[in-house]
């Protein structure tokens, strides 16, 4: 869900652990609508670990190389 232009996800994980995380280029896995490609990109936010649940707040961008 695409939340003041940044994407919100709500996933169950097998963990119990509880705790914040400030990521600026944790890896995650993006499936492209279009051609149905799988491949990781750099994630930019917050996760918050519940137990059982882990909430994403933040941007997934591609890394230009010049």
């Keep these: 869900m695409i939340l003041f232009n940044k994407s919100l996800n709500v996933e169950l994980i097998n963990a119990v652990v509880v705790g914040l995380e ?7 896995w993006v499936v492209d609508k279009v ?5 990781a990109m ?3 936010g917050f996760l918050i670990y ?6 994403s707040y933040g941007n997934v961008y ?3 190389v010049i």
Excluded: H, M, Q
């Excluded at 400030?22 to 995650?28: G, L, M, N, Q």
């Excluded at 519940?50 to 909430?55: A, G, K, N, T, V």
């Design 42 to 44: 750099p994630f930019e």
């Design 62 to 64: 591609d890394e230009v």
């Design 35 to 39: 051609t149905g490609d799988t491949k």
């Design 22 to 28: 400030i990521a600026d280029s944790r890896a995650v």
């Design 50 to 55: 519940l137990p059982f649940i882990l909430i």
